[in-house]
């Protein structure tokens, strides 16, 4: 099993839908951060979470250290919202301090 | 501020040649980190240097290796090239080791025929 496993694979939706892509991980985590990456293009990162919430624009990202679990909100998606988007983890100790990603989830927004 | 700048963008090599790929942070940036990506396994961690210090370093063979500048540039080496070297290898720096937002440059595309 994954020590970071991302649902759904993935996901196709309208225009205006509300979108949520989840991150369960298994290990201590320092921090969780939420990536996207555009067909051919680099890596933007979205948010860097330790606990709680952030909100930039239509995205929301939730984290629950208990639970081992994160959550990335879009709100009334664009195609341009088109992307993977990639979950990763940072470990809590030094020698665990390397990132670990998810697989990934694929998201298309049709008009 | 410029982004994080990744020489050269493409690059074509043959098995058993060696690769050496460039990363220049952001201005201030003390933190690099190195990852590979393909099709088949997603994006994995390489290494992670600070302060010229290699901090963390991910499951790879020796034949994988980098450093880090005083000035914080940072090189990764790759000798013996295997076909399945070909990836896309990315850096990202972020101002501190640890949780600080991390800045990714577009990447090195490398093939090995």
């Known amino acids: 099993k994954n020590e970071v496993e991302q649902s759904p694979q993935n996901l196709t939706a309208q225009e205006g839908e509300f979108i949520t892509i989840n991150c369960s991980y298994s290990?201590?985590?320092?921090?969780l951060h939420w990536l996207q990456q555009h067909p051919g293009g680099g890596i933007v990162s979205l948010f860097m979470?330790?606990?709680g919430k952030k909100k930039h624009g239509r995205l929301i990202a939730t984290i629950n250290i208990q639970e081992k679990h994160s959550s990335l909100h879009i709100t009334a998606s664009h195609p341009r919202d088109s992307a993977v988007y990639i979950c990763?983890?940072?470990?809590?100790?030094?020698?665990?301090?390397?990132?670990?990603f998810g697989q990934g989830t694929t998201l298309q927004v049709k008009p | 501020k410029a982004g994080v700048t990744q020489t050269p963008r493409y690059l074509i090599k043959t098995r058993g040649q060696q690769v050496t790929l460039s990363c220049s942070p952001i201005?201030?940036?003390?933190?690099v980190s190195w990852y590979q990506q393909t099709p088949g396994q997603g994006l994995q961690f390489l290494f992670e240097?600070?302060?010229?210090?290699?901090?963390n370093k991910g499951n790879f063979p020796g034949r994988f290796s980098g450093r880090q500048f005083s000035n914080s540039r940072s090189e990764m080496n790759v000798s013996t090239l295997e076909l399945g070297d070909s990836a896309l290898y990315l850096c990202?720096?972020?101002?501190?080791?640890?949780?600080?937002?991390?800045?990714f440059g577009n990447g090195t595309r490398l093939t090995v025929t």
């Open positions: 990763a983890v940072r470990g809590v100790t030094s020698n665990t301090g390397k990132l670990i």
């Open positions: 990202a720096s972020s101002l501190w080791a640890t949780n600080s937002p991390l800045h």
């Open positions: 290990v201590g985590i320092s921090a």
């Open positions: 240097y600070f302060s010229e210090t290699q901090r």
């Open positions: 201005s201030g940036h003390r933190s």
């Open positions: 979470l330790s606990s």
